[in-house]
């Protein structure tokens, strides 16, 4: 399997070249196009469609697109369905932990699992259903705005709000806090916040789509207006 990035940093969409047999797994509407010898197979993650794909999206049942390249090679186009960048990570038998719609595509070789016990319980209030993506093999992760990588030292630490951050790897030490009282809350706009302390890399995006909605909220045409 071969890929490559086009239209970088801000419109980045994803060319996947798959050889015979080969697969891809993708997040769901994030098919641009494939060759005609590219097939595609959609179903739920319970359903035993996917096996790499064990309970995506809070462990509830959720359509997985998986692409495959049959009698030759084939290429399968991807997109995130916002404007932004879009990055791989490999993994080797290692554990990479992305946040809510921060998943594009996977190879085989990575499990994708959001049943992580206490990890998902303590994100809750964060409004947080992170995927584990286990195992050896390439990730793809894509941002609203930039994706920018932050490699802490050991003791080295850095706090994110909870809507920018995307995904963290699994050295990484974490602690989830609220910033301020309730009222400084709602009038400085923040909330929740990671802190992370290194050794270990996480990932983020330079644009919050919550307070870009809330900027555009006031301009969008209702049926009731």
């Given amino acids: 399997m071969e890929y490559e990035f086009t239209h970088k940093p801000s419109y980045t969409h994803l060319i996947v070249t798959l050889d015979a047999g080969e697969s891809v797994v993708a997040e769901p509407g994030a098919m641009v196009g494939h060759s005609a010898n590219v097939s595609i197979e959609t179903g739920t993650s ?8 064990k309970s995506l999206l809070g462990g509830e049942s959720a359509f997985a697109n998986e692409f495959t390249a049959e009698g030759g090679q084939g290429q399968v186009t991807l997109a995130p369905p916002t404007p932004g960048d879009v990055n791989s990570h490999d993994l080797r038998d290692e554990t990479l932990y992305s946040t809510d719609g921060s998943f ?4 085989e070789g990575i499990d994708i ?13 964060a409004s947080l259903t992170p995927l584990a ?6 990730a ?11 490699e802490l030292a050991a003791g080295e630490s850095y706090v994110l709000d909870n809507e920018h951050l995307i995904a963290w790897d699994d050295r990484i030490d974490y602690s989830v806090t609220r910033v301020g009282d309730l009222k400084s809350t709602v009038l400085s706009g923040e909330g929740l916040v990671f802190e992370f302390t290194g050794p270990g890399t996480a990932w983020y ?17 209702t049926d009731d207006s």
Avoid: C, H, N, W
Wanted: zero cysteines; charged letters at 20%.
């Fill in 140 to 150: 793809f992760i894509d941002a609203y705005g930039g994706l920018e990588k932050l």
């Fill in 133 to 138: 993506l286990k195992g050896t093999g390439t």
């Fill in 46 to 53: 319970r359903d035993g469609l996917l096996s790499s794909a």
């Fill in 205 to 221: 995006q330079t644009r919050d789509m919550d307070a870009f909605a809330s900027i555009i909220a006031p301009y969008v045409q």
């Fill in 104 to 107: 594009l595509a996977a190879t």
């Fill in 113 to 125: 699992d959001s049943e992580i016990g206490g990890l998902k319980s303590m994100l809750g209030e």
